[in-house]
């Protein structure tokens, strides 16, 4: 689907969303598979809440997710979506809020590989500092993002 971030490639399973991938990240290509087939009308629900959220006017997701993972993944994954729209939360952070205060590097490696970003929000992650640190979208879409949920809208 097109979105002011770029191209987004939704993938489904027939039931829920498995991935949210964008262009051109590295795993964007990867997802496709031969066999699939081109269905908007089966992930319909989920490009009208990502529209109504770059518009402005979403701030919860009201999806059914399906991401493939670890069970760690899934915890980290999870810990992201308690995340308030419009904050962040450091890597050190989250470890803490899922019992392992001693896995910020661990929990920065799920945070990577979240496969259904934006919905998951892995952009409100930041470095200890502060700093804008590892996006699969890129730094400028995570900065883009950020802005957006700060009430700034979608900058540039």
């Known amino acids: 689907m097109p979105s002011p971030l770029g191209e987004l490639l939704l993938l489904g399973d027939g039931e829920a969303l498995t991935g949210l991938y964008m262009s051109p990240q590295e795993r964007f ?17 989920t ?3 990502l529209g109504a959220y770059f518009a402005g006017e979403l701030r919860e997701f009201d999806l059914r997710l399906a991401p493939l993972g670890t069970p760690f993944q899934r915890t980290v994954w999870q810990a992201l979506t308690t995340i308030p729209y419009g904050t962040t ?6 470890a803490r809020a899922i019992g392992k205060p001693n896995a910020s590097r661990a929990v920065g490696m799920a945070n990577n590989r979240n496969p259904v970003s934006i919905i998951v929000p892995c952009h409100r992650v930041i470095g200890a500092d502060g700093a804008m ?3 699969g979208g890129g730094i400028a879409r995570k900065e883009r993002l950020l802005s957006l949920e700060r009430g700034t809208g979608l900058t540039p």
């Not at 939360?89 to 989250?94: P, V």
């Open 133 to 135: 640190v590892g996006y």
């Open 89 to 94: 939360a450091t890597y050190g952070e989250l």
């Open 29 to 45: 290509a990867q997802q496709i598979r031969s066999e699939w087939r081109r269905e908007p009308a089966a992930l319909r629900t």
């Open 47 to 49: 490009a009208e809440q």
